[in-house]
């Protein structure tokens, strides 16, 4: 299946329906069923201890598997997180934007799993892995 959406429609969409952290995200890289996703790291993303905060590293992973299933499926505002888990394994730089690699591993007619990797910029190490589903609405 072709991509429904470019990363320009993504994000202006995303500026659409969560103007609240739209400018938080940008996309490095966007193919089928693969997207690149990268968090602006600001001081508000950053907790005790100089490091990137759990919820913000939470939000690029449901972020990125959010983007890449409307990248593949076309606007679709109510497609939701139905689970997650999430494994924080190191400490992310708190002066380096996180980027995340998630791929879908399933792209269902009503559900969808994306796989994300979590990076520092420039380390080869992963700061966290993340596994979510996503349910898809009926097409009307």
């Known amino acids: 299946m072709p991509l429904q959406m470019q ?3 993504l994000l202006g969409f995303l500026e659409e329906v969560f103007p609240q952290v739209a400018g938080d995200f940008a996309i490095d890289r966007l193919e089928d069923m693969k997207i690149d996703l990268r968090l602006k ?3 508000r993303h ?3 201890g100089s490091t990137v905060s759990g919820p913000s590293m939470f939000a690029l992973a449901d972020c ?3 983007m890449i299933v409307l990248a593949m499926i076309g606007r679709q505002a109510l497609a939701v997180t139905t689970n997650c ?3 924080f394994m190191r400490k992310p ?3 380096r934007d996180l980027i995340a690699s998630c ?3 399933k792209l269902g007619r009503v559900l969808a799993v994306g796989d994300v990797l979590i990076r520092s910029e420039g380390a080869a190490t992963p700061v966290a892995r993340a596994s979510l589903t996503y349910s898809i609405p009926p097409r009307a």
Do not use: K, N, Q, T
Request: proline share 5%; glycine share 0%.
């Open 41 to 43: 790291v600001a001081e």
């Open 85 to 87: 888990s999430i494994d």
């Open 46 to 48: 950053l907790r005790p």
């Open 93 to 95: 730089e708190a002066d």
């Open 64 to 66: 990125a598997v959010y």
């Open 7 to 9: 990363a320009d429609e």
């Open 103 to 105: 791929r879908l591993l």
